[in-house]
């Protein structure tokens, strides 16, 4: 099993970002998916994730209306899609895959810078 995630960077506040996870060797409409992040010093926090069985989507309190989480099983990608960048959502982004509330697989992750 692979997550390789993508499409962070450097952007301003204000800015967007939409990070990608392509999945190989499970399906993404038949398991977990979601986003985790970790900032320096900090622990590593659920940022949006969409929970197998049940379909529960789950997005941070502080992400949510700016941030979108969605998959395209054709592709058997997930992105979370990222608006109104704050500096405080500077992190490592990683995707993850696994069952119900059990994430068992872990990408690489992808650096998201916000300045102010």
């Known amino acids: 099993v692979q997550l390789q995630a993508s499409g962070g960077g450097l952007v301003e506040a204000g800015g967007s970002l939409r990070l990608s996870c392509a999945v190989f060797?499970?399906?993404?409409?038949?398991?977990?998916t979601g986003w985790f992040r970790q900032a320096p010093g900090k622990e590593r926090e659920r940022v949006a994730t969409?929970?197998?069985?049940?379909?529960?989507?789950y997005y941070l309190d502080s992400v949510k209306g700016r941030f979108t989480i969605s998959r395209d099983n054709a592709e058997n990608t997930v992105y979370l899609q990222m608006t109104g960048l704050k500096p405080e959502d500077t992190a490592l982004y990683y995707c993850a895959n696994g069952l119900a509330d059990a994430y068992t697989y872990w990408g690489q992750g992808t650096q998201v810078t916000v300045s102010s």
């Open positions: 060797g499970r399906t993404v409409s038949t398991t977990s």
């Open positions: 969409r929970r197998w069985p049940g379909g529960t989507t």
